[in-house]
Protein backbone atom coordinates (compact mmCIF):
# COMPACT_ATOMS: atom_id res chain seq x y z
CA UNK A 1 0.00 0.00 0.00
CA UNK A 2 1.04 3.83 -0.16
CA UNK A 3 2.30 5.81 2.72
CA UNK A 4 4.22 8.53 3.16
CA UNK A 5 7.60 7.54 4.98
CA UNK A 6 10.74 9.51 6.51
CA UNK A 7 13.34 9.12 3.82
CA UNK A 8 17.05 8.35 3.98
CA UNK A 9 17.68 11.95 3.94
CA UNK A 10 15.58 13.42 6.60
CA UNK A 11 12.67 13.83 3.50
CA UNK A 12 9.10 12.75 3.36
CA UNK A 13 9.09 10.69 0.53
CA UNK A 14 6.22 8.33 -0.82
CA UNK A 15 6.68 4.82 -0.37
CA UNK A 16 5.23 1.37 -1.09
CA UNK A 17 5.10 -0.74 2.55
CA UNK A 18 3.51 -3.81 4.05
CA UNK A 19 -0.48 -4.08 4.57
CA UNK A 20 -0.61 -3.80 8.54
CA UNK A 21 -2.57 -6.26 10.23
CA UNK A 22 -3.88 -6.54 13.75
CA UNK A 23 -1.27 -8.13 16.25
CA UNK A 24 -3.41 -7.76 19.64
CA UNK A 25 -7.25 -8.36 20.19
CA UNK A 26 -7.58 -4.64 21.03
CA UNK A 27 -6.67 -3.30 17.79
CA UNK A 28 -8.52 -2.32 15.03
CA UNK A 29 -7.18 -1.45 10.94
CA UNK A 30 -8.36 1.66 9.56
CA UNK A 31 -8.66 2.64 6.31
CA UNK A 32 -7.39 6.18 5.70
CA UNK A 33 -9.86 8.53 4.04
CA UNK A 34 -8.26 11.75 5.43
CA UNK A 35 -4.69 12.69 7.20
CA UNK A 36 -3.14 15.52 8.16
CA UNK A 37 0.20 17.41 8.01
CA UNK A 38 0.71 18.20 11.40
CA UNK A 39 3.89 20.25 12.97
CA UNK A 40 5.20 17.31 14.90
CA UNK A 41 5.56 15.39 11.49
CA UNK A 42 8.25 18.46 10.84
CA UNK A 43 9.71 17.62 14.56
CA UNK A 44 9.94 13.90 13.53
CA UNK A 45 11.62 14.75 9.87
CA UNK A 46 14.00 16.97 11.97
CA UNK A 47 14.85 13.93 14.40
CA UNK A 48 13.93 16.49 17.15
CA UNK A 49 12.00 13.29 18.45
CA UNK A 50 14.76 10.47 18.16
CA UNK A 51 13.80 6.46 17.31
CA UNK A 52 12.08 7.10 13.90
CA UNK A 53 14.18 5.20 11.13
CA UNK A 54 13.97 5.56 7.84
CA UNK A 55 11.14 3.92 6.02
CA UNK A 56 8.95 4.32 9.27
CA UNK A 57 5.15 5.62 8.08
CA UNK A 58 4.49 9.00 9.48
CA UNK A 59 1.62 11.03 10.40
CA UNK A 60 -0.88 10.89 13.05
CA UNK A 61 -4.33 12.81 12.28
CA UNK A 62 -7.12 10.96 10.43
CA UNK A 63 -9.91 9.37 9.91
CA UNK A 64 -11.13 6.30 7.75
CA UNK A 65 -13.11 3.49 7.80
CA UNK A 66 -12.88 0.94 10.45
CA UNK A 67 -11.72 -2.15 8.14
CA UNK A 68 -11.23 -5.11 11.08
CA UNK A 69 -11.10 -5.46 14.82
CA UNK A 70 -9.26 -7.29 17.30
CA UNK A 71 -11.56 -9.09 19.25
CA UNK A 72 -11.81 -7.32 22.29
CA UNK A 73 -12.41 -4.24 20.65
CA UNK A 74 -16.07 -3.42 21.33
CA UNK A 75 -16.73 0.29 20.78
CA UNK A 76 -16.18 0.46 17.02
CA UNK A 77 -17.26 -1.94 14.18
CA UNK A 78 -16.13 -2.94 10.23
CA UNK A 79 -17.60 -0.18 8.69
CA UNK A 80 -17.89 2.42 11.03
CA UNK A 81 -16.60 6.20 10.14
CA UNK A 82 -13.84 6.98 12.73
CA UNK A 83 -11.38 9.59 13.76
CA UNK A 84 -7.99 8.54 15.13
CA UNK A 85 -6.53 9.75 18.63
CA UNK A 86 -2.90 10.84 18.14
CA UNK A 87 -2.13 10.00 21.38
CA UNK A 88 -2.10 6.35 21.89
CA UNK A 89 -2.82 5.30 25.42
CA UNK A 90 -2.35 2.12 27.60
CA UNK A 91 -6.10 2.49 28.74
CA UNK A 92 -4.93 0.24 32.41
CA UNK A 93 -2.34 2.68 34.57
CA UNK A 94 -3.34 5.23 37.33
CA UNK A 95 -3.02 8.05 35.39
CA UNK A 96 -5.46 6.35 32.22
CA UNK A 97 -7.81 5.56 35.42
CA UNK A 98 -8.10 9.34 35.61
CA UNK A 99 -8.26 10.25 31.89
CA UNK A 100 -4.75 11.82 32.40
CA UNK A 101 -3.79 9.84 29.10
CA UNK A 102 -1.38 12.09 28.42
CA UNK A 103 0.86 10.79 31.85
CA UNK A 104 0.33 7.62 30.63
CA UNK A 105 3.02 4.84 32.15
CA UNK A 106 2.77 3.47 28.39
CA UNK A 107 2.23 6.56 26.24
CA UNK A 108 2.50 5.72 22.73
CA UNK A 109 2.25 7.96 19.80
CA UNK A 110 1.54 6.88 16.18
CA UNK A 111 4.26 7.48 13.56
CA UNK A 112 6.51 8.51 16.21
CA UNK A 113 9.23 5.43 16.24
CA UNK A 114 11.04 3.32 19.10
CA UNK A 115 10.46 6.20 21.79
CA UNK A 116 6.75 5.95 21.20
CA UNK A 117 5.93 2.46 20.71
CA UNK A 118 7.43 1.88 17.38
CA UNK A 119 4.08 2.66 15.68
CA UNK A 120 3.10 2.91 12.13
CA UNK A 121 1.44 6.04 11.51
CA UNK A 122 -1.50 7.25 9.88
CA UNK A 123 -0.51 8.84 6.54
CA UNK A 124 -1.00 5.73 4.43
CA UNK A 125 -4.11 3.99 2.61
CA UNK A 126 -4.55 1.62 6.08
CA UNK A 127 -3.50 1.88 9.62
CA UNK A 128 -3.58 -0.31 12.55
CA UNK A 129 -4.61 1.69 15.76
CA UNK A 130 -4.06 -0.11 19.31
CA UNK A 131 -6.63 -0.03 22.06
CA UNK A 132 -9.21 1.11 19.64
CA UNK A 133 -12.03 1.26 22.28
CA UNK A 134 -9.82 3.94 23.71
CA UNK A 135 -8.19 5.67 20.46
CA UNK A 136 -10.90 5.81 18.23
CA UNK A 137 -14.21 7.92 17.84
CA UNK A 138 -17.01 7.05 15.78
CA UNK A 139 -17.93 10.33 13.54
CA UNK A 140 -21.24 11.17 14.08
CA UNK A 141 -23.41 10.61 10.35
CA UNK A 142 -24.80 13.92 10.72
CA UNK A 143 -20.93 15.76 10.64
CA UNK A 144 -18.15 15.60 7.93
CA UNK A 145 -14.82 13.76 8.35
CA UNK A 146 -13.21 17.26 7.61
CA UNK A 147 -15.31 19.08 10.77
CA UNK A 148 -13.47 15.87 13.36
CA UNK A 149 -10.65 15.00 11.75
CA UNK A 150 -8.75 17.65 13.99
CA UNK A 151 -10.48 15.86 17.23
CA UNK A 152 -7.88 13.75 17.16
CA UNK A 153 -4.84 16.06 18.17
CA UNK A 154 -4.74 19.96 16.94
CA UNK A 155 -8.73 20.73 17.81
CA UNK A 156 -8.53 19.01 21.15
CA UNK A 157 -5.03 20.37 21.84
CA UNK A 158 -6.63 24.10 21.28
CA UNK A 159 -9.19 23.61 24.03
CA UNK A 160 -7.32 21.74 26.21
CA UNK A 161 -5.01 25.34 26.15
CA UNK A 162 -8.35 27.17 26.78
CA UNK A 163 -9.14 24.75 29.70
CA UNK A 164 -5.65 25.21 30.96
CA UNK A 165 -5.58 28.74 31.22
CA UNK A 166 -9.26 28.76 32.82
CA UNK A 167 -10.17 31.14 30.26
CA UNK A 168 -14.11 32.94 31.36
CA UNK A 169 -16.84 35.05 30.40
CA UNK A 170 -15.49 38.06 29.14
CA UNK A 171 -11.77 37.33 29.63
CA UNK A 172 -9.35 39.54 27.43
CA UNK A 173 -7.14 36.33 26.08
CA UNK A 174 -4.04 36.75 24.44
CA UNK A 175 -3.12 33.49 21.71
CA UNK A 176 0.38 33.42 20.86
CA UNK A 177 0.99 31.61 17.90
CA UNK A 178 -1.40 31.89 15.01
CA UNK A 179 -0.98 28.46 13.97
CA UNK A 180 -3.54 25.63 13.36
CA UNK A 181 -3.58 25.38 16.82
CA UNK A 182 -3.54 29.16 17.73
CA UNK A 183 -6.49 29.37 14.91
CA UNK A 184 -8.75 26.60 16.92
CA UNK A 185 -7.78 28.00 19.85
CA UNK A 186 -9.02 31.61 19.25
CA UNK A 187 -12.19 30.55 18.02
CA UNK A 188 -13.10 28.64 21.06
CA UNK A 189 -12.23 30.70 23.51
CA UNK A 190 -14.43 33.40 21.47
CA UNK A 191 -17.04 30.50 21.35
CA UNK A 192 -17.06 29.81 25.16
CA UNK A 193 -17.44 34.06 25.94
CA UNK A 194 -14.75 35.74 26.08
CA UNK A 195 -14.63 39.58 25.83
CA UNK A 196 -11.89 40.17 23.63
CA UNK A 197 -9.42 37.69 21.52
CA UNK A 198 -6.18 38.87 20.48
CA UNK A 199 -3.78 37.11 18.34
CA UNK A 200 0.01 37.87 18.32
CA UNK A 201 2.14 36.45 15.41
CA UNK A 202 4.92 37.48 13.22
CA UNK A 203 3.00 36.56 10.08
CA UNK A 204 1.27 39.52 8.09
CA UNK A 205 -0.78 36.62 6.47
CA UNK A 206 -1.65 34.64 9.58
CA UNK A 207 -2.77 37.39 11.49
CA UNK A 208 -4.74 38.64 8.82
CA UNK A 209 -6.68 35.09 8.90
CA UNK A 210 -6.64 35.65 12.75
CA UNK A 211 -8.55 39.18 12.10
CA UNK A 212 -11.09 37.35 9.83
CA UNK A 213 -11.94 35.39 12.57
CA UNK A 214 -12.91 37.78 15.05
CA UNK A 215 -9.12 38.82 16.81
CA UNK A 216 -7.73 41.85 17.75
CA UNK A 217 -3.36 40.95 16.47
CA UNK A 218 -0.59 41.93 17.43
CA UNK A 219 1.93 42.12 15.17
CA UNK A 220 5.35 40.66 17.08
CA UNK A 221 7.63 41.57 13.86
CA UNK A 222 7.12 45.39 14.66
CA UNK A 223 6.10 46.24 17.99
CA UNK A 224 6.98 44.97 21.49
CA UNK A 225 3.97 42.45 22.83
CA UNK A 226 3.64 44.20 25.80
CA UNK A 227 3.18 47.25 25.16
CA UNK A 228 0.99 46.71 22.43
CA UNK A 229 -1.64 44.44 24.45
CA UNK A 230 -1.92 47.45 27.31
CA UNK A 231 -2.77 50.10 24.51
CA UNK A 232 -5.27 47.88 23.35
CA UNK A 233 -6.42 46.73 26.25
CA UNK A 234 -5.59 48.70 29.02
CA UNK A 235 -4.18 46.04 31.12
CA UNK A 236 -2.82 42.99 29.76
CA UNK A 237 -4.20 39.77 29.04
CA UNK A 238 -5.76 37.97 31.68
CA UNK A 239 -5.47 34.50 30.05
CA UNK A 240 -2.43 33.93 27.62
CA UNK A 241 -2.38 30.57 25.54
CA UNK A 242 0.71 29.90 24.29
CA UNK A 243 0.20 27.62 21.19
CA UNK A 244 3.71 28.95 19.80
CA UNK A 245 6.64 26.90 21.80
CA UNK A 246 9.98 26.83 20.04
CA UNK A 247 12.36 29.13 21.75
CA UNK A 248 12.86 30.16 25.25
CA UNK A 249 12.39 33.89 23.83
CA UNK A 250 8.29 33.00 22.84
CA UNK A 251 8.28 31.59 26.45
CA UNK A 252 9.60 35.23 27.94
CA UNK A 253 6.92 37.50 26.02
CA UNK A 254 3.98 35.21 27.55
CA UNK A 255 5.42 36.96 30.42
CA UNK A 256 4.98 40.55 28.81
CA UNK A 257 1.52 40.03 27.54
CA UNK A 258 -0.12 38.75 31.13
CA UNK A 259 -1.85 40.89 33.44
CA UNK A 260 -1.23 41.02 37.29
CA UNK A 261 -2.98 37.72 38.41
CA UNK A 262 -3.66 36.37 34.91
CA UNK A 263 -2.95 32.83 33.62
CA UNK A 264 -0.59 31.60 31.27
CA UNK A 265 -1.30 28.33 29.47
CA UNK A 266 1.47 26.61 27.66
CA UNK A 267 0.57 23.96 24.97
CA UNK A 268 3.61 24.97 22.18
CA UNK A 269 6.22 22.74 22.38
CA UNK A 270 9.41 23.70 24.23
CA UNK A 271 12.47 21.38 23.91
CA UNK A 272 15.03 23.47 25.69
CA UNK A 273 16.31 22.05 28.62
CA UNK A 274 16.42 25.43 30.65
CA UNK A 275 15.73 28.62 30.17
CA UNK A 276 15.68 31.88 33.08
CA UNK A 277 12.28 33.37 34.11
CA UNK A 278 11.60 37.06 35.51
CA UNK A 279 11.07 35.20 38.87
CA UNK A 280 10.66 38.25 41.64
CA UNK A 281 8.14 39.75 38.42
CA UNK A 282 6.50 36.13 38.08
CA UNK A 283 5.50 36.67 42.31
CA UNK A 284 5.07 40.06 42.58
CA UNK A 285 2.50 39.99 39.83
CA UNK A 286 0.86 36.86 41.26
CA UNK A 287 1.06 35.25 37.82
CA UNK A 288 0.09 31.51 37.10
CA UNK A 289 2.39 29.62 34.76
CA UNK A 290 0.99 26.56 33.64
CA UNK A 291 2.74 23.87 31.21
CA UNK A 292 0.31 21.43 29.77
CA UNK A 293 2.23 18.65 27.99
CA UNK A 294 0.93 16.53 25.66
CA UNK A 295 -3.01 16.55 25.41
CA UNK A 296 -5.61 13.66 26.56
CA UNK A 297 -7.36 13.83 23.59
CA UNK A 298 -9.83 10.88 24.28
CA UNK A 299 -10.63 12.46 27.89
CA UNK A 300 -11.59 15.86 26.09
CA UNK A 301 -12.63 15.01 21.74
CA UNK A 302 -16.38 13.96 23.14
CA UNK A 303 -16.69 17.83 24.40
CA UNK A 304 -15.00 18.88 21.06
CA UNK A 305 -17.10 17.21 18.85
CA UNK A 306 -20.43 18.59 20.37
CA UNK A 307 -18.65 22.01 20.04
CA UNK A 308 -18.22 21.26 16.03
CA UNK A 309 -21.69 20.25 16.07
CA UNK A 310 -23.38 23.52 17.83
CA UNK A 311 -20.79 25.55 15.92
CA UNK A 312 -18.57 27.01 18.75
CA UNK A 313 -15.76 25.95 16.61
CA UNK A 314 -15.26 25.57 13.07
CA UNK A 315 -12.34 23.80 12.73
CA UNK A 316 -12.64 23.23 8.15
CA UNK A 317 -11.45 26.73 8.68
CA UNK A 318 -8.14 26.17 8.98
CA UNK A 319 -7.33 23.67 5.80
CA UNK A 320 -5.62 25.86 3.49
CA UNK A 321 -4.94 23.02 1.34
CA UNK A 322 -6.45 19.64 0.29
CA UNK A 323 -4.09 17.18 -2.12
CA UNK A 324 -4.02 13.71 -3.02
CA UNK A 325 -1.73 11.28 -1.02
CA UNK A 326 0.32 10.76 -3.84
CA UNK A 327 0.88 14.66 -3.38
CA UNK A 328 1.91 14.52 0.31
CA UNK A 329 5.77 15.41 -0.72
CA UNK A 330 4.79 18.64 -2.35
CA UNK A 331 1.82 19.39 1.16
CA UNK A 332 5.04 18.69 3.37
CA UNK A 333 6.71 21.78 1.47
CA UNK A 334 4.46 23.72 1.54
CA UNK A 335 3.42 23.37 5.20
CA UNK A 336 6.84 23.54 6.29
CA UNK A 337 7.70 26.58 4.16
CA UNK A 338 4.50 28.20 6.08
CA UNK A 339 2.91 28.51 2.43
CA UNK A 340 0.21 26.56 4.20
CA UNK A 341 -2.08 26.76 7.24
CA UNK A 342 -3.04 23.07 7.17
CA UNK A 343 -2.96 20.48 4.76
CA UNK A 344 -5.26 17.27 4.47
CA UNK A 345 -4.09 14.39 2.54
CA UNK A 346 -7.28 12.92 0.68
CA UNK A 347 -6.14 8.89 0.83
CA UNK A 348 -9.68 7.38 -0.18
ZN1 LIG B 1 -0.31 16.44 15.37
ZN1 LIG C 1 -1.86 4.26 30.77
Partial sequence: MRAVVLGIDGAPALADVDEPALRHPGDAVVAVRKAAICGSDLHVLAGKIPGMAPGGVLG????????????????????????????????????????????????????????????????????????????LLRIPDDLGDEQVLFAGDVLSTAYYAVRLGGVGAGDVVAVQGCGPIGMLALQLARGLGAGRVVAVDVAAERLDAARALGADTIDASGVAPGVAIEELTGAGADVVLDTAGGAPAVLAQTFDLVRPGGTIAVVGVYSDLETTIPLADLWLRGVTLR?????????????????????TVDPVAIVSHRLPLDDAVAGYELFASRAALKVVLDVS
Wanted: hydrophobic share 45%; proline share 4%.
Fill in 291 to 311: FGGTCPVPALWHDVVAMVRDG
Fill in 60 to 135: HEFTGVVAAVGEAVTSVAVGDRVVGSFLIPCGECAACAAARYNHCDDLRVLGYGALFGDLAGAQAERVVVPNADLT
